[in-house]
C-alpha cells in the first residue's frame, strides 16, 4: 500500500473509525516517519479540531471536502455520469429513492457520529467561554467568589463551594495547590500538583499555622506516580484561625511542628 492509497484510511484514523489492525499498521507507517502521511494527518486532525473550537464557521480545505463527498457519493452509489455533468444546480435537484445498504450506513454513520459530537464539544467551548465572561463581569462590579479568610460574614452556615484564596511563600513555583472549600459540611478538597518523588520511609504533611502561630496538622497525603495528590479534610472548630498551610516532608507522621524541607507555604487570603 503506497501513501496515495493510506490518504482515505488517514480520515478514519483522525476520527478513531479504523479497524484496529489496520490502525496499527497505520501507526508504525507514520511511527517510521513519513512525511507525506505525517503533513495528510495534521492536516486532516487540524480541519476536525477547528470546528470544536470555533465559533465562526469554518472553512475546511476543498481537498479533504472533496474526499470526504467522494467517499459518500460512492457509498451512496450515486450515477457516474451525473456526477461527471459537474455539480447540481438548484433547479435541477435528484433525489436518491433506493434504499442504502447496510454497508453504505455503516460507513456514513460514523461522520455523522462525529459530527454530533463536534457540535456538542462547540457549544461546550462556547458555554465555558460565557461562563468566563460573566465572572469577569460579576468580577469588575466588586464582587468575587473567592473566600475571605477569617471574614465573619464567610463563617455563617452556607452551601455550595468557594475556592480558598492562597498567596504562595515559599516552595517550588511549579508546585500547584488548590483548595475548595464545601461550605455545607466544612470540608476542604486540597488538589495538589508537580510533586517531587519522596524518600519510602518519609510522610508528605499538610499542616494550619495558626494566628498564634501554634501548628495543626490537618492530613498525611499520598503522592502518586504523576507527581499529585488529594485529600478531603474535615474542618475542626477554630478553622477560621488559620493564617498560613505548609506543605513538608516529615520523618514522622506524628510530628509536632513542620520539618525544614518545606514544599510550600502560603498565607490563606
Not at 159 to 177: E, P
Not at 225 to 240: H, N
Request: proline share 5%; glycine share 6%.
Amino acid at each position: 500500500m503506497n501513501c496515495e492509497d493510506r490518504k482515505d484510511l488517514l480520515m478514519d484514523y483522525a476520527l478513531g473509525q479504523l479497524d484496529p489492525l489496520v490502525q496499527t499498521e497505520l501507526r508504525n507507517h507514520l511511527e517510521e516517519g513519513c512525511e507525506a502521511c505525517g503533513r495528510e494527518l495534521a492536516e486532516v486532525s487540524d480541519a476536525w479540531a477547528s470546528l470544536a473550537i470555533s465559533l465562526d464557521p469554518v472553512k475546511v480545505p476543498p481537498a479533504i471536502t472533496e474526499r470526504l463527498m467522494a467517499t459518500i457519493r460512492s457509498d451512496k452509489n450515486l450515477d457516474a455520469q451525473d456526477l461527471s455533468a459537474g455539480p447540481l444546480s438548484k433547479d435541477h435537484v435528484v433525489l436518491d429513492t433506493s434504499t442504502p445498504s447496510p454497508s453504505a450506513n455503516s460507513r456514513v454513520i460514523p461522520y455523522v457520529i462525529a459530527a454530533t459530537l463536534l457540535g456538542a464539544m462547540a457549544a461546550v467551548v462556547s458555554w465555558k467561554a460565557l461562563s468566563g465572561v460573566l465572572d469577569i463581569a460579576e468580577n469588575s462590579r466588586g464582587s468575587t467568589k473567592q473566600e475571605m479568610w477569617g471574614d465573619l460574614a464567610h463563617d455563617q452556615p452556607s452551601s455550595g463551594f468557594r475556592t480558598v484564596g492562597l498567596k504562595q511563600l515559599a516552595g517550588s513555583k511549579d508546585m500547584m495547590v488548590s483548595i475548595v472549600r464545601n461550605e455545607s459540611v466544612n470540608q476542604w478538597h486540597v488538589l495538589v500538583a508537580g510533586l517531587p518523588t519522596t524518600k519510602p520511609d518519609s510522610t508528605l504533611q499538610l499542616w494550619a499555622e495558626l494566628k498564634t502561630g501554634d501548628f495543626l496538622s490537618l492530613a498525611t497525603l499520598l503522592v502518586g506516580d504523576s507527581g499529585t495528590s488529594s485529600s478531603l479534610i474535615d474542618l475542626p472548630q477554630g478553622a477560621a484561625d488559620y493564617a498560613e498551610i505548609w506543605l513538608t516532608i516529615d520523618d514522622f507522621a506524628s510530628a509536632e511542628r513542620p520539618s525544614e524541607e518545606v514544599l510550600f507555604r502560603a498565607a490563606l487570603e
